[in-house]
Each structure stands twice: as structure tokens, then as C-alpha cells.
């Protein structure tokens, strides 16, 4: 079993910044995969950026630049510059394994307004 726990976030003004942290806990095996979703009011969960356990990174076109993921032992951030309106949603944290196995956080606010 494997627990989730995101922190990290809150209201910010445009142009700001956020940093978001997931920690995991419970049976974590060698290989997998991390991630930061997004779901806005309306709309549907999308993928932001993955994080595998060699290091290899993926991100979502419009935050490529802006958001960087990083992952130090079980603890997974997102460093979110230069935040605009479109990127408030729940921001969900997600832990995959190649051999089953698909785990969620809570999720936590990212809100951008003036």
C-alpha cells in the first residue's frame, strides 16, 4: 500500500511562484513513475510533468520552461514559475508502477489571481 501527501499550495499573484511537494510512503519499488496532475473547474485532469526513477523528465507543452519536476527519495516537488490564471487547478500527485499499481494524492489548490 502507498500514501500520498501533497503540500505546498495556495494563492499567488501572476508572475509568482509555488513549490509543491508530494510525499510517498508505503511499499515503493525500484522502478516507476511520478507525476503532477492538474484538474481545473470544468475541465478534465490533465498531465503536467512525470518524473521516472532513472531522473527522466516529461512536461506538458505550456509549462515547459515555467515548472520543473524533481524528486529527492520518496519526495517528488514541483518548482512553478511565473504562474499565470490558466494554471490555478487541484494540482494531484500520482505514483505509477510498470506492474500495476496506480496511486493518487489528495490534491492540493493552486490558485493565480490579482
Known amino acids: 500500500q502507498v500514501q500520498l501527501v501533497e503540500s505546498g499550495g495556495g494563492l499567488v499573484q501572476p508572475g509568482g511562484s509555488l513549490r509543491l511537494s508530494c510525499a510517498a510512503s508505503?511499499?515503493?519499488?525500484?522502478?516507476?513513475?511520478m507525476g503532477w496532475y492538474r484538474q481545473a473547474l470544468g475541465k478534465q485532469r490533465e498531465l503536467v510533468a512525470t518524473?521516472?526513477?532513472?531522473?527522466g523528465t516529461t512536461y506538458k507543452a505550456s509549462v515547459k520552461g515555467r515548472f520543473t519536476i524533481s524528486r529527492d527519495n520518496n519526495t517528488m516537488y514541483l518548482q512553478m514559475n511565473s504562474l499565470e490564471p490558466e494554471d490555478t487547478a487541484v494540482y494531484f500527485c500520482?505514483?505509477?508502477?510498470?506492474?500495476?499499481?496506480?496511486?493518487w494524492g489528495q490534491g492540493t489548490q493552486v490558485t493565480v489571481s490579482s
Open positions: 518524473i521516472n526513477s532513472y531522473g
Open positions: 500520482n505514483l505509477l508502477f510498470p506492474g500495476g499499481g496506480n496511486y
Open positions: 508505503g511499499s515503493i519499488f525500484s522502478f516507476f513513475t
